[in-house]
């Protein structure tokens, strides 16, 4: 079955950087689709970005754009979130996600505070 490990979070102060992996078993990752959401305390659960099955296409959301790079390591089966000039506004729960999947792993903590 489907399980996702997201790991990397922390309390970083503003304009920091941090570096999100997600580990994943149970299926072929090679083939699928991959995504980052994120969800802040009291909102819902909102999509961060989306990465093609080879890498050859990304995509984010707006609030993220220009700060954030999503990339993949096929021959490690793990998904990566790359987060620079982080902003107070993206403090949330961070979660990978593949969209065939009802399954949400247990995500990571980012806190962006000084």
């Known amino acids: 079955q489907v399980q996702l490990v997201e790991s990397g979070g922390g309390l970083v102060q503003p304009g920091g950087s941090l570096r999100l992996s997600c580990a994943a078993s149970g299926f072929t990752f090679s083939s699928s689709v991959m995504m980052w959401y994120r969800q802040a305390a009291g909102k819902e659960r909102e999509w961060v970005a989306v990465?093609?099955?080879?890498?050859?296409?990304?995509n984010y959301a707006d609030s993220v754009k220009g700060r954030f790079t999503i990339s993949r390591d096929n021959a490690k089966n793990t998904v990566y979130l790359q987060m620079n000039s982080l902003k107070p506004e993206d403090t949330a729960v961070y979660f990978c996600?593949?969209?065939?999947?009802?399954?949400w792993g247990q995500g990571t903590q980012v806190t962006v505070s000084s």
């Open positions: 996600k593949k969209p065939t999947s009802d399954y």
């Open positions: 990465i093609y099955s080879d890498g050859t296409y990304t």
